[in-house]
């Protein structure tokens, strides 16, 4: 059982809790992610840790109410808890000086985010983050990323919010104006297979985060498995993050519509 | 050895000698063996209720008869656990099912999983004395199930005797049948243990992976509850080399490790469109059935539902696999295997079970491919068949592909249950540990040391996949050499 001390609204379906979690908290590194259950009966479900505090003996998770067991947990208040937290699991993401590095995240894409990019700045890079979302309520975070960026460019769909467009126009642009070393990107499927192919055609290696459906988390059932450069791969041990170039984004997305 | 000596002399008291002149050994094979009863095929399809229902006292009874108590038992040679069988089928014999369960539970942390689930036709009754004159062995699992489930049923269980508290920790890492078994020993030893378990719920593959009609979770609860009572300590939730290393383990205070985090990794076999929908591992469907409650009111997870559903493989897990598939709704449910049944690993019980519940065979066919439809989701699987050829490495014969001999067969759902691997998850977080090609944990055979002095270990994390009672074997063994060690 793992206390919720604090939950705040990003925009209607996304919350943000801040979760009890010590021994999380101390072991978790970017890029790493926790299996929640949010009652007695409720699915095992992979969340990307966005912060942790290891003094209070929290993490920090952003989520999506999009169905059964998210909106479950997207209805907990602080005082409750969450009958589960287990991890950290998962890969950590390489951190190291690349030079200039684009953090692109679109949606609650942002949340697993921004572990990644503090880390990156702290090593040393230049990062420019790029922030998509369909329009200005669902831009999250905007803040803490821009703590931790040199710059940040926001996109939403409908112009709402700084630029309007698609996130591909805002990494294209910095690609346009200066050299990039290295592309960050984590959101929607389908987003990330455009960034990807993007990228593939400046040549700049690109790291995504896969969001794929799980149920143990820890390499037993193999519900994760995604394709990357003609294998196959465990999104939940050998990931979350892979080579976006590699990454057979066609599949994920049907994998993805498995209970649809 | 000093349970051959304790044995004899057990054999050799008065009640015994009386009871063993009561019937000649010629009477006492004159009886037949006792027949498990058993729900119907019709009605077991439609639930998950135990299909074996256990036998009653009255069978019981008559079945201890047949045991001749021989002075040099063959059976306890064919357990891996050393359970003294004739000790305890004597007891049934004489009504003392208390005394027959405490025997159990001197060398079994759970009596009634093994007598559930133990391939018992190739271990202790493979070698029954019966079978020399003919007949059929002494049904030695049913009467261990017997005793251990009356206990339970009547109250009258009581804890086995713990030596006094030594002050030592020992930390165990998984809860599955090896880790209890080693957790049960060492408590009675006198150790402080903790198991930690990775999943929510306690009990590894018995929970997990073998499902309810075989094996109802309430008994796995049950076994697990003695050992609470013995002292053990549970936490689940804890990943071992990830929520907590080794050297936390060992700032924590813990002497010894044990670690049985089991094969947790579900092979495939790399054929083209085996990423479609509605493909996925034993693993993935028995976990959302047994452990997740998929198909269940009021549980959350789902679970894919097929018409036309396959199987492939040909062990335990299969089985299970495919009979669960027939209590999901399947109407057709597929067995596919590469070789015949006579090379097939799963229990005799299991195929019987699978047959009378309509589980069809397609024994000799390998699948090669996976076609989907427009959603992605799987409408056909290419089997190529197949013919058997030279005995291979593990003495069966291999199958061997047809030339041209190709054929489709519609299906909405495919289950791989083609073997598992070890999960690297632990052994890859303890720098110095000595691992296999395989990711199996090197150890001494005898003792289960790894390479890590005070790291022993069992179960599938060493031998790569075997079963229930081999891991607990190997969990004894690990515990009185660990014991062993500490206390030098």
């Known amino acids: 059982m793992n206390k919720i001390i604090s939950k705040e609204h990003f925009s209607e379906k996304v919350v943000k809790l801040v979760v009890e979690a010590p021994l999380i908290a101390k072991s978790r590194r970017a890029g790493h992610f926790v299996i929640v259950r949010a009652c007695e009966h409720g699915e095992r479900i992979p969340l990307t840790i966005a912060d942790a505090d290891v003094e209070r003996g929290t993490i920090t998770l952003v989520i999506q109410a999009v169905g059964v067991s998210t909106k479950k947990i997207c209805a907990l208040e602080p005082g409750e808890y969450l009958t589960d937290v287990v991890g950290p ?5 390489h951190i190291e000086n690349y030079g200039t590095v684009v953090c692109c995240g679109g949606g609650v894409g942002v949340a697993p985010l921004l572990p990644i990019l503090t880390a990156m700045k702290k090593a040393g890079n230049r990062v420019v983050s790029v922030l998509a979302a369909r329009t200005k309520d669902l831009i999250i975070l905007e803040d803490e990323v821009r703590k931790y960026s040199d710059d940040v460019i926001i ?106 | 050895m000093a349970n051959e000596n304790n044995a004899t002399s057990l054999r ?25 009863p058993e729900l119907s095929p019709s009605y077991r399809i439609t639930c998950n209720e135990e299909v074996n229902q256990g036998i009653t006292e009255e069978m019981a009874l008559v079945e201890a008869q047949r045991c001749l108590d021989c002075p040099n038992p063959q059976c306890v040679t064919g357990c891996p656990v050393g359970i003294n069988i004739p000790t305890f089928i004597k007891n049934i014999e004489r009504g003392n099912f208390h005394q027959a369960a405490v025997t159990l539970k001197q060398t079994s942390a759970l009596p009634s999983v093994c007598g559930r689930v133990c391939p018992q036709e190739k271990q202790c009754e493979s070698k029954c004395i019966h079978h020399k004159m003919g007949h059929e062995p002494v049904a030695i699992g049913y009467l261990e199930r017997f005793a251990a489930d009356y206990e339970r049923t009547h109250g009258t269980a009581t804890a086995p005797e713990v030596a006094p508290a030594n002050g030592k920790k020992i930390a165990v890492v998984g809860s599955g049948p090896a880790g209890l078994s080693f957790a049960g020993d060492m408590a009675k030893n006198g150790y402080e243990v903790t198991v930690f378990e990775a999943l929510h719920e306690i009990g590894g ?28 300590k549970f936490e689940k939730d804890c990943i071992i080399g990830k929520t907590l290393t080794y050297d936390d383990l060992h700032s924590m205070g813990f002497s010894g490790i044990f670690v049985a985090s089991g094969a947790g990794l579900p092979r495939f076999m790399n054929i083209p469109g085996e990423n479609l929908n509605g493909i996925m591992s034993s693993n993935e469907y028995l976990t959302r059935v047994n452990l997740m409650g998929a198909g269940r009111p009021e549980w959350d997870t789902p679970v ?32 596919v295997y590469r070789r015949s049944e006579e090379e097939m690993p799963a229990r005799l019980e299991e195929v019987k079970h699978a047959k009378e519940e309509g589980v069809e065979f397609m024994t000799l066919h390998n699948p090669i491919e996976y076609l989907g439809d427009e959603n992605g989701r799987v409408k056909t699987m290419r089997l190529q068949k197949m013919e058997l050829g030279e005995p291979d490495a593990s003495g069966r014969r291999s199958p061997v592909a047809i030339d041209g001999a ?25 720098s110095g540990l000595e691992v296999s090609r395989r990711n199996t944990i090197v150890v001494n055979e005898e003792t289960m040391q790894s390479s890590i002095s005070d790291l022993y270990a069992g179960g599938d994390i060493v031998r790569g996949g075997a079963t229930v009672i081999l891991a607990m074997g190997d969990g004894r063994s690990a515990a009185a050499h660990m014991h062993e060690m500490l206390q030098q």
């Open chain 1, 89 to 93: 699991l998962g890969q950590a993401t």
């Open chain 2, 12 to 36: 050799n008291e008065a009640w015994r000698e009386e009871l063993r002149k009561k019937l000649t050994a010629k009477e006492r094979a004159a009886i037949a063996r006792v027949k498990m």
């Open chain 1, 155 to 260: 996109m939403t769909d409908d112009g709402s919010y700084g630029n309007k467009g698609v996130v591909t126009v805002g990494v294209e642009e910095v690609i346009k104006r200066e050299r990039v070393d290295k592309v960050i990107t984590i959101g929607p499927a389908i987003m990330m297979k455009f960034v990807a192919l993007l990228t593939k055609k400046y040549e700049i290696p690109t790291e995504c985060s896969l969001n794929a459906i799980m149920v143990d988390g820890t390499g037993m059932c193999g519900a994760c498995r995604v394709t990357v450069g003609g294998v196959t791969k465990f999104v939940c041990i050998d990931g979350p993050e892979f080579d976006a170039h590699e990454v057979d984004f066609d599949q994920l997305i049907m994998r993805l519509k498995s209970f649809n």
């Open chain 2, 406 to 430: 190709v054929i489709d067969v519609d299906v909405d759902l495919v289950i791989v249950s083609v073997g598992v691997s070890p999960n690297p998850l632990v052994p890859k977080s303890v």
């Open chain 2, 205 to 232: 593959v018995l929970k997990y992976g073998i499902p309810e009609f075989r094996l109802p979770n309430s008994i796995v609860d049950a076994e697990i509850d003695g050992l609470r009572a013995m002292g053990v």
């Open chain 2, 304 to 335: 894919l539902r097929g018409k036309n559903v396959a199987i492939i493989g040909g062990g335990n897990t299969a089985m299970d696999s495919v009979r669960t598939a027939r209590r999901m709704g399947a109407e057709r449910a597929i067995l």
